[in-house]
């Protein structure tokens, strides 16, 4: 088993006003040798929106880039014609493939949103670019894992690349066991909120773990706790 410790007041952070983010990899004008990616995972960005702001038109190419509302909404536009709002229990992926230029912005004038981005490195280069998104009933991940992102499951969103994402809510003292789908896959556990121990790790709000050379991951809740989960290729 090898692991590599993320602790949340380690992460990048940049504020701009209307954006507040912390990056848990190198991105931007944040640059960390020791943080450029884990395996296949390249960006978790934990961003937080003021009313009425967000991200103008701007392109990708060659990236699989899932959002996540943890509070609040965020409107999408892309050049593929897909106008969508991404609500709280929500997923989207977006495969730039070829290339595609989209904009975010947080959906509400009065209140924030916090979301977090992630980019995923692809399977396959150059496919045409696509956009899938889904909710998710949040009933489903009390005390067990839900998928909400593979290439394999047609009741999550579909990603080119053999990544898998769960999310979890779980209970004061509820334990269980996450099974990796590859044995040449690693895990990157990212803390949303409360205490849990993973592998024998105490991890608090935002803290994050990536291990691999292992089969699978036991973990504990020592506080009301959710987690997402990203397995992906390590090579």
Wanted: glycine share 8%.
């Amino acid at each position: 088993m090898k692991t590599i410790l993320h602790s949340a007041d380690r992460r990048g952070h940049v504020s701009f006003g209307w954006l507040d983010s912390h990056h848990s990899f190198s991105f931007g004008n944040y640059y960390d040798p020791e943080k450029v990616h884990f395996g296949m995972l390249r960006v978790l960005n934990d961003d937080i929106i003021t009313g009425g702001s967000g991200f103008g038109t701007h392109p990708h190419d060659n990236m699989e880039i899932v959002s996540i509302p943890l509070k609040g909404a965020i409107e999408h536009k892309d050049s593929t014609g897909t106008h969508a709002v991404i609500n709280e229990n929500d997923v989207q992926i977006m495969s730039a493939g070829t290339g595609i230029k989209h904009s975010e912005y947080n959906h509400y004038k009065d209140k924030t949103t916090n979301f977090l981005q992630i980019w995923i490195i692809p399977k396959k280069r150059n496919i045409a670019p696509r956009y899938d998104q889904k909710t998710f009933n949040p009933q489903d991940r009390l005390d067990k894992f839900q998928t909400v992102v593979a290439p394999d499951d047609p009741n999550a969103v579909w990603i080119n690349q053999d990544a898998w994402f769960s999310l979890g809510k779980f209970q004061n003292d509820f334990s269980t066991s996450y099974l990796l789908k590859k044995p040449t896959n690693g895990v990157y556990a990212f803390v949303i909120d409360g205490n849990v121990t993973i592998n024998g790790q105490s991890l608090f709000k935002r803290d994050a773990i990536g291990i691999w050379d292992i089969d699978k991951i036991d973990i504990t809740a020592n506080t009301n706790a959710e987690i997402l989960l990203i397995e992906v290729p390590m090579h």
